[in-house]
């Protein structure tokens, strides 16, 4: 079984993807492939290629790329072009490995189009003024900038929407904690 843990920034999706494997749970994320993919040669000359700015000296610039899919609605569109295939065939790959059940921590679902290769989908949600909070103290920025952060996303209602479960993460750490002991217990095999 396939299950996608989505969420936009700051819902602490990442928080719950650590509950499930602290439970024994396998779990990947999206971004940590995404990471490993910024290391590859042949992905980085394929960025390069798109965004010439983005590479220097055979090295990802993260600070560029994250100026380039935060501020620009287009160059963020060409950059999940290349991204959100390659993360996809990632997940596939290792989940053919792994068999049983694999927890997918997942910050663009819909937006990667890859909603419909999860079997289950368990949304982390929290207010948008919540996240704004977690992720300028987490990435040290501004409230502004963790907004502009969180709209470039747009992604949490629609997400909810789709969902076939549900995680307030409210700072309640306690019902977190409780909601995953359920869903555990629902989704281990």
Known sequence: MLIAIAGGVGTGKSYVAELFRAKGAKVISADEINRAMLKEP???RRLKEIFPDAV???VADKQAIRNLIFNDAHAR???NALAHPAIRDRILEIYQ???GTLF???PLLIGSGMQGMF???IAVVCSRALRAERVARRDGISAESAYKMIDAQQEEDAVSSIADELIVNDGDGYAVCKRVDELWK???R
């Open 42 to 44: 042949r992905y980085l």
């Open 56 to 58: 220097k000296d055979g």
């Open 77 to 79: 569109e060409k950059l």
């Open 97 to 99: 490995k792994e068999g």
């Open 104 to 106: 997918v921590e997942m």
């Open 119 to 121: 079997d289950a989908v």
């Open 186 to 188: 629902r989704y281990e």
